[in-house]
């Protein structure tokens, strides 16, 4: 059946997909718009094998009954689904490349709240099973723009809780286990026989799946396969408005977790997954690890798990994580790469074989083994060091710092900041590029200042103006950035990064102070957006 619509304004994919408020996807016709602009742009569905699932927010299992629909309406010839509408973004990403599928849908906003009122999104991948790279979201964008007509077939919903397969109109649908072949994925990654000695000899955990998507995950793995004590995984059964949280594991969303490690009853590890299960928060015995760090020493250890015991063909990382995985990679003589915001950027590199793993500041980090970040395989290489090394987390990351150096490191994220006014600081920002080395600011010289622009090495194509670097004497670095993962208003965040080769006890802020004042001297921030105090601080 043909509908008729008309082009709805808005709908640019951003870094990972299209993200609106829950209530803007309910009207009738936007997301079908969108659906059919990615099959218009992807060449129809002709044919095609996709694989459809999210990470259970409100409005989750209504949208993928629509999907389905268009799906056999645009003549894709079978559909694979989790259970109950359920898969972590990395079990979607394995299920496209294990399937050999032309690509998926995954429904989800990240690490953005849940509910009618919060937060909904879409996103395509694939066949390497990774994000949408820039031209196929440009091709999506022009689509929606030209848009006259959807395909959908009248048809009664598929029974989504039920594994097992059955047909929609001419399209054969598949509900399979969202958890089955992501975990025999991690059994012959990692040394399930260590680590479940580990936790038999007593070793304790504590696992906040946030009422997010990696509940089930986390359970049948953590507690199940590797003999976790029963309760190790707290949250763990995923709720529409994800029991009215904040499902990003950070210090100020998982305080409690948080809170637990810093006590005197902390378990030996706590970790948190977010809303779509690929990014992934590590604490030890009083000891918060950073996204940057954690890449790091997952790198630089990532030898001691079989499936990278063979030594890594590179590391990559995002822009504005910082530069401790950079020294790891020299360590070991392989390369490294800087790459824009945005898991899509991996892609190209981990096809190429030109890097094995990759992490965002963000609290992302992944592998050669899925084509986007995985939190639940960062915790399960955790704890796979851990069992080998036979020592805390605590001493591990000491460790690491007395062997590299500490990058002493913090993110600033101002939300909600006034589109025109986070323009405007940034317009200024670029505009002071040029002459800005050799100045001054709260006693550090800037040495080098640009705005980052990549070019892919694999495919040649260039991505400008992809966050604001200031770099200063003394090992000190700012960043500025706008996020493209909110729905309101700008999400304004400021990277600082300080290393140091022999100060390693210092208080993070402490250390970071002159790098935060000279940049708010240079951006003007107090002026321009009314701000220096940041919603959060990680």
């Known amino acids: 059946m043909k509908v008729e619509t008309t082009p709805i304004e808005g709908q640019k994919p951003g870094t990972s997909g299209l993200r609106k408020k829950t209530r803007v996807f309910m009207q009738p016709g936007y997301l079908e718009n969108f659906i059919q602009a990615t099959f218009d742009a992807i060449g129809g569905g002709a044919g095609k094998k996709l694989v459809v699932g999210g990470d259970g927010r409100f409005f989750n299992k209504q949208a993928i009954q629509i999907i389905l629909k268009m799906a056999a309406a645009n003549g894709v010839s079978e559909a694979i689904v989790g259970q109950d509408g359920i898969l972590s973004t990395p079990a979607a990403s394995h299920l496209i490349r294990l399937n050999k599928a032309d690509g998926g849908f995954i429904l989800s906003a990240s690490h953005n709240p849940g509910g009618i009122d919060e937060d909904f999104g879409v996103k395509f991948n694939g066949q390497n099973g990774g ?27 598929i029974d989504l809780n039920s594994v097992g397969t059955t047909r929609q109109g001419d399209m054969q649908v598949h509900v399979v286990d969202p958890v089955n072949s992501y975990q025999d994925l991690m059994e012959s990654l990692f040394d399930f026989d260590a680590i479940r000695t580990m936790f038999a000899g007593g070793f304790t955990m504590c696992f906040d799946a946030m009422h997010a998507v990696t509940g089930p995950y986390a359970t049948a793995i953590l507690e199940g396969a590797l003999g976790a004590k029963s309760g190790t995984v707290i949250n763990g059964v995923p709720l529409e408005d994800f029991g009215k949280g904040h499902p990003d594991p950070n210090p100020i969303w998982a305080k409690t977790l948080m809170d637990l490690m810093m006590s005197d009853a902390s378990p030996d590890i706590g970790a ?45 990382r995002s822009m504005p994580t910082s530069a401790a995985s950079d020294r790891v990679a020299e360590k070991l003589g392989i390369g490294s790469f800087e790459t824009p915001t945005g898991w899509k950027f991996f892609g190209n590199l981990l096809d190429a074989d030109k890097v094995t793993i990759c992490g965002e500041e963000s609290a992302g980090t992944g592998s050669n083994h899925v084509r986007e970040k995985d939190g639940l395989w960062a915790v399960l290489l955790w704890l796979n060091i851990l069992a080998v090394r036979k020592q805390s987390v605590l001493e591990i990351v000491k460790d690491h710092w007395e062997t590299y150096g500490r990058d002493y490191y913090s993110r600033y994220d101002f ?24 100045q001054k600011f709260s006693s550090l010289t800037v040495t080098h200042a640009d705005e980052f ?45 300080q290393f140091s080769g022999d100060d390693l006890s210092r ?26 105090e940041p919603d959060v601080i990680t």
């Open 131 to 157: 994000p949408a790279p820039e031209n196929l979201t440009a091709k999506i964008f022009e689509a929606t723009c030209a848009i006259n007509e959807y395909h959908v077939i009248e048809s009664d919903d």
């Open 272 to 316: 948190a997954s977010d809303g779509d299960g690929d990014r992934n928060m590590i604490v030890g015995r009083g000891a918060y690890v950073t996204p940057s760090d954690s890449l790091a020493i997952l790198a630089a250890n990532a030898h001691l798990a079989p499936a990278y015991a063979g030594g890594l063909t590179g590391i990559a």
């Open 415 to 438: 939300e909600a900041v006034e589109t025109d006014k986070a323009n405007t600081l940034v317009d200024g920002l670029r505009a002071q590029l040029p002459d800005l080395s050799g």
């Open 453 to 497: 622009s990549y070019l892919d090495p694999v495919d040649g194509s260039i991505s400008k103006n992809q966050g604001i670097r200031i770099s200063f004497e003394g090992g000190g670095r700012a960043v500025f950035r706008l996020s493209g993962t909110g729905t309101q208003g700008a999400t304004l965040r400021l990277y600082l990064e």
């Open 507 to 532: 208080e993070t802020q402490d250390s970071l102070s002159d790098v935060l004042s000279a940049a708010l001297t240079i951006s003007d921030m107090k002026n321009i957006i009314g701000r220096t």
